[in-house]
C-alpha cells in the first residue's frame, strides 16, 4: 500500500496543469475564476480543446482513444480540472453509453459512434425513464415493434437530460412482454436529429433552465442494427452501466469547486470588519464539509484502484453516490447560506447588478436537489446495498 | 499509488486474525476486565515474540523496519475482539516518542524490552485542565544541578497503573499555556514520591492518576530536547488518533457484522427483521460509513508518516472526525437495531460502543480536530 506520487506523477501533474492554464480560451477562464457557471457551448468548446489534445478519455482503453495512463495519472488528472475548475464535458458519451459500446458493442457499432463520441461532433443523452418508470425502472412501457429490418417505437421518456441539445439517445425499450418484466427490454440507439416521429420538448426544473426534457416516439422507426446486446437483453447492459454512471455520480469533483467557491464567498463578505470566513459557526461548517469531501476523495480513490485492478465498478460505487450526492447538496446549502440577502439573486439579473455568483448559486442549488435523485435514488441505492452486499432477506 | 496490500501485509494480518480469532475471543477480554491489571503479560509477550509490537520501528532497536501502515492494519485486527493489552499507549505514544527523541541509552533500555513484550510503557501528558492542548502544562519540573526535581498531577494515564516506566511531560521553564518549555521525563514509578492510582474505564481498560511529589530524576530522564517536548507530543498524540481509527475500524465491522447477523436471524410479526427497509436502509447507511471510515483510516495511517507535519495534521483530523461523527451513527444504530438484547452487558454490541465511544474522545474529539483544521493551510488553500 503506497499512496506517494513518484516523481514521474509530480511531473505530470505539473505537465497537466500548466497545459490546462495555457489551454483555456479566455472565456472560460474568466468564468473560472468568477465562480460563474458554463453553458452548453462552452461545456462544447472545452471538450474540443481535451479531445485535440488526446485527453478527453482517460478511463478508455488506449486502443479505443485512451490514454493508457494508470489510476494515479487518471487521478491526478480529475484532480487538476477540478482545481481549474474548467467546464465537464457530458457524460452520456463519455462516461456511459461509450464505455458501454466498448464493452457489447459490434465493431461496425464502435467505429460508427465511438470516433464521434471522442470528438464531442455527436452529443449524446439518456433514455431511461418514463412517467410510469422511475425507481421501478424495469416497468418501462416505450414499445419497439420489430418491422423488417426496423423497429417501430411509440411511447414516450422523460426526465432525458440536456436531449435538446444531443444528437442522439440510448433507450431501453420493450421488444417483449412475456415473462418477468425485466426480461423483454432491448437497449437502442436512436438518431434524435433526423429521425422521424421523434419529438423533444424541454421542461423548466427549479433550477430555472430547460435541464430535462420529455421526450416522445411516434411510430419512429429505429435499425435493428442499432440494437445493443441480444434483443430482451437490455436490462444486463442498463445494469453494467448503472455501475459506470454511479462512480461518477456523486459528484465529488464538483463537490471541490463548491467548497472553493464557497469560502471565496465567505472571503469576500464582510461581516462588521471581519469577513464571513472570519465567523467561528460558518467556518465549523464549512471545515466539516471540507473533512467529509477528503474521506469520500480517498472512498473514490479506492474504487478508482479496484477498476484498476481489473474489477467492474460494483454494488459498492453506491456508496459514492448516496454519500457524494449528500455531501453536494450540503455544500450547495453552506453556499446559499454564505450569500445572505444575495440568496434570492436569480438568472438573467443585468451583469453590472451582481457578481456572476450571486446569479447562478440559486440556480443550481435548486437544480442539485435533483442530485439525490437522478442515476438511481438514493433510496434505491440504498436497496440496491441492501440487497446485493449486504444481503439482507426480501419478504 | 497502490491500494494493495503486500504479500507480507497479507500475512501479518491473517496472523493476528488467527489469534483474535483463536487466542482472544471476546471472552478473554470480558474475564480480564474485572482483573487488577485489565490485560495478560503472557499475551503481550506473545504479542512482542509475533513481532506486532515492534512492526513500526527500526531493526536496531528490535523491531521489523516496516510502517504505520502496518501497525494499523495489526490495530484493526485487534480491534475486532477488544484485545486489552496496552497497544496504542505503549507502542504507539510511548513507544514512538522513545524512538524518536531517545537517546541510545534511551532506546536499549526502554524500547528493546517494550517492544519484545517484557515491559511495557506509558505516556502522562494529560492534566485535569488541559483538556486537548499538550502544552497547557502545571507539572513542574526544577533543575536541582544533577537532574530534576518533578511535583504535579496527571491524569487519564493510559495503562498508567501498569507501566514499567511512565514517560512525564513537565514544564522546565515558562507560563502554563507556553508552547515552549515543556519537558518529557522518563520516570521508573516505584521511584519515591510516585503514586498512582487505577481508574476503571467505561471501556473496560484502566488508566491512572499520577502523582508526582518532589521526584528526583537523574539528568538522563530527559527524553528530548529541553523545553522543546511540545511538538513531539503533539506528533504522538496524532499518531494516537491514527492508530484509533485503525483500531475503531475492527470495532465497526464487528457492530456491522454483528447487527446483519441479527437482522438476518431475529423474527418479528412472522418475518425476518431484515426484511424491513427502515431498518434495511438504516444497514445501508451503517455499511457507507464503515466503509468511508475504512479508507480515512487507511490514508490517517499513510500520513502518519509524512515528513510534513500539516499533511499529517489534516489528513488524521478528516479521519477522526469521520470516526466520531460517521463511526458514531454505526455505534448507536447497531444498539438500536439489536432493539433491547442489545442495551444488556452480556450482548458484545455494547462493548464494542463503549469502546469506540472512548476512542472518539481519546486524542482529540471531533469539535477539536474541526477548529484544528481549520487552522491548516489545507483549508486556507482550498
Redesign the interface.
Known amino acids: 500500500?503506497?499512496?506517494?506520487?513518484t516523481p514521474e506523477?509530480l511531473q505530470f501533474r505539473d505537465q497537466v496543469r500548466s497545459w490546462i492554464a495555457d489551454a483555456m480560451p479566455a472565456p472560460i477562464r474568466e468564468k473560472a475564476n468568477n465562480g460563474g457557471s458554463y453553458g452548453p457551448d462552452e461545456i462544447r468548446e472545452w471538450h474540443r480543446v481535451l479531445h485535440d489534445k488526446g485527453w478527453i478519455a482517460p478511463h478508455w482503453p488506449k486502443e479505443h482513444g485512451g490514454t493508457g495512463w494508470d489510476?494515479?495519472k487518471r487521478?491526478i488528472f480529475g484532480e487538476e480540472l477540478v482545481r481549474a475548475n474548467t467546464p465537464s464535458p457530458s457524460p452520456f458519451g463519455l462516461a456511459m453509453v461509450g464505455p458501454l459500446l466498448i464493452q457489447f458493442g459490434t465493431d461496425e457499432q464502435k467505429q460508427r459512434f465511438l470516433p464521434k463520441i471522442l470528438s464531442g461532433e455527436e452529443q449524446w443523452c439518456q433514455g431511461y425513464s418514463e412517467p410510469n418508470a422511475g425507481s421501478d425502472l424495469a416497468s418501462l412501457q416505450l414499445r419497439a415493434d420489430r418491422d423488417g429490418d426496423d423497429y417501430v417505437l411509440n411511447g414516450q421518456k422523460t426526465w432525458t437530460s440536456a436531449a435538446q441539445f444531443a444528437d442522439w439517445i440510448f433507450l431501453l425499450c420493450r421488444t417483449g412482454s412475456s415473462g418477468k418484466k425485466q426480461e423483454g427490454i432491448s437497449f437502442l440507439l436512436a438518431d434524435l436529429k433526423s429521425t422521424p416521429g421523434i419529438t423533444v420538448r424541454p421542461f423548466l426544473t427549479l433550477g430555472g433552465t430547460p435541464a430535462f426534457c420529455d421526450t416522445y416516439f411516434q411510430d419512429a422507426r429505429v435499425p435493428v442494427a442499432n440494437r445493443v446486446g441480444p434483443e430482451g437483453g437490455g436490462w444486463g447492459i442498463a445494469k453494467a452501466l448503472l455501475g459506470h454512471e454511479r462512480t461518477g455520480i456523486g459528484g465529488i469533483g464538483q463537490s471541490?469547486r463548491w467548497?472553493?467557491l464557497v469560502?471565496r464567498i465567505a472571503r469576500e463578505t464582510p461581516v462588521g470588519k471581519a469577513t464571513l470566513l472570519d465567523d467561528p459557526t460558518f467556518?465549523?461548517r464549512?471545515?466539516?464539509l471540507?473533512?467529509?469531501h477528503?474521506?469520500?476523495t480517498?472512498?473514490n480513490?479506492?474504487t478508482l484502484?479496484?477498476a484498476q485492478?481489473g474489477h467492474a465498478p460494483g454494488p459498492?460505487s453506491?456508496?459514492l453516490k448516496?454519500?457524494g450526492t449528500e455531501l453536494l447538496q450540503e455544500v450547495t446549502e453552506l453556499a446559499m447560506d454564505s450569500l445572505g440577502h444575495a440568496a434570492q439573486g436569480w438568472l438573467g439579473a443585468p451583469d453590472e447588478a451582481l457578481r456572476p455568483f450571486e446569479r447562478s448559486v440559486a440556480s443550481e442549488f435548486n437544480y442539485l436537489r435533483a442530485s439525490t435523485i437522478y442515476g438511481g435514488s438514493n433510496?434505491v441505492?440504498?436497496?440496491i446495498?441492501?440487497?446485493h452486499?449486504?444481503?439482507?432477506?426480501?419478504? | 499509488?497502490?491500494?494493495?496490500?503486500?504479500k507480507q501485509?497479507q500475512m501479518i494480518v491473517d496472523s493476528v486474525a488467527t489469534f483474535v480469532r483463536d487466542d482472544s475471543p471476546v471472552e478473554r477480554f470480558r474475564e480480564l476486565r474485572s482483573s487488577e491489571r485489565g490485560w495478560d503479560s503472557a499475551v503481550w509477550r506473545k504479542m512482542g515474540d509475533y513481532g506486532w509490537l515492534g512492526i513500526a520501528f527500526p531493526e536496531e532497536h528490535g523491531g521489523i523496519d516496516g510502517s504505520f501502515?502496518d501497525m494499523a492494519l495489526i490495530l484493526e485486527q485487534l480491534g475486532r475482539s477488544l484485545v486489552p493489552e496496552p497497544y496504542i499507549p505503549s507502542v504507539v505514544l510511548a513507544g514512538g516518542l522513545v524512538e524518536r527523541l531517545g537517546s541510545a541509552d534511551q532506546k536499549r533500555d526502554l524500547l528493546q524490552p517494550m517492544l519484545a513484550g517484557e515491559t511495557s510503557l506509558a505516556l502522562a501528558y494529560v492534566e485535569r485542565q488541559s483538556r486537548y492542548q499538550v502544552a497547557d502544562c502545571l507539572t513542574r519540573a526544577e533543575a536541582t544541578g544533577e537532574g530534576f526535581r518533578l511535583s504535579g498531577e496527571k491524569v487519564w494515564v493510559l495503562n498508567g497503573h501498569a507501566a514499567d516506566t511512565l514517560i512525564v511531560s513537565a514544564r522546565t521553564s515558562g507560563d502554563q499555556l507556553d508552547r515552549a518549555g515543556v519537558s518529557l521525563f522518563t520516570i521508573d514509578p516505584n521511584t519515591t514520591g510516585v503514586r498512582r492510582v487505577a481508574v476503571p474505564g467505561m471501556d473496560g481498560q484502566r488508566t491512572a492518576i499520577v502523582t508526582l511529589d518532589g521526584v528526583i530524576v537523574g539528568g538522563d530522564a530527559l527524553l528530548g530536547p529541553l523545553g522543546g517536548a511540545v511538538e513531539h507530543l503533539e506528533w504522538a498524540v496524532d499518531r494516537g488518533a491514527a492508530a484509533a481509527c485503525a483500531e475503531g475500524q475492527g470495532e465497526l465491522r464487528e457492530l456491522l457484522g454483528r447487527t446483519?447477523e441479527y437482522?438476518?436471524q431475529r423474527e418479528q410479526f412472522g418475518?425476518?427483521i431484515?426484511?424491513f427497509?427502515a431498518?434495511?436502509?438504516r444497514?445501508?447507511?451503517m455499511?457507507?460509513e464503515v466503509?468511508?471510515c475504512?479508507?480515512?483510516m487507511?490514508?490517517a495511517a499513510?500520513k502518519a508518516d509524512a515528513e510534513d507535519d500539516n499533511e499529517r495534521r489534516?489528513?488524521i483530523?478528516?479521519?477522526k472526525?469521520?470516526l466520531a461523527d460517521?463511526g458514531w451513527f454505526v455505534q448507536e444504530n447497531a444498539i438500536q437495531l439489536h432493539g433491547g438484547i442489545g442495551i444488556t452487558d452480556e450482548q458484545d454490541v455494547g462493548l464494542f460502543f463503549k469502546r469506540l465511544r472512548v476512542l472518539a474522545s481519546l486524542f482529540g474529539d471531533a469539535d477539536y480536530?474541526?477548529?484544528r483544521?481549520?487552522e491548516l493551510p489545507a483549508?486556507a488553500a482550498?
Request: aromatic fraction near 6%.
Open positions: 500500500m503506497d499512496l506517494s506520487f506523477d489510476v494515479t487521478f471541490a467548497l472553493a469560502k467556518r465549523r464549512a471545515a466539516r471540507s473533512m467529509r477528503r474521506v469520500l480517498m472512498a480513490l479506492r484502484a479496484a485492478l459498492e453506491s456508496i448516496l454519500a433510496e441505492q440504498k436497496n446495498i441492501a440487497k452486499i449486504l444481503q439482507l432477506p426480501s419478504h | 499509488m497502490n491500494f494493495a496490500l503486500s501485509q501502515v446483519l437482522l438476518k418475518v425476518k431484515g426484511s427497509q431498518l434495511q436502509h444497514a445501508a447507511e455499511f457507507a466503509e468511508l475504512k479508507g480515512a487507511l490514508l499513510i489534516a489528513e483530523s478528516a479521519a472526525v469521520q460517521g480536530h474541526v477548529d483544521y481549520q483549508f482550498e
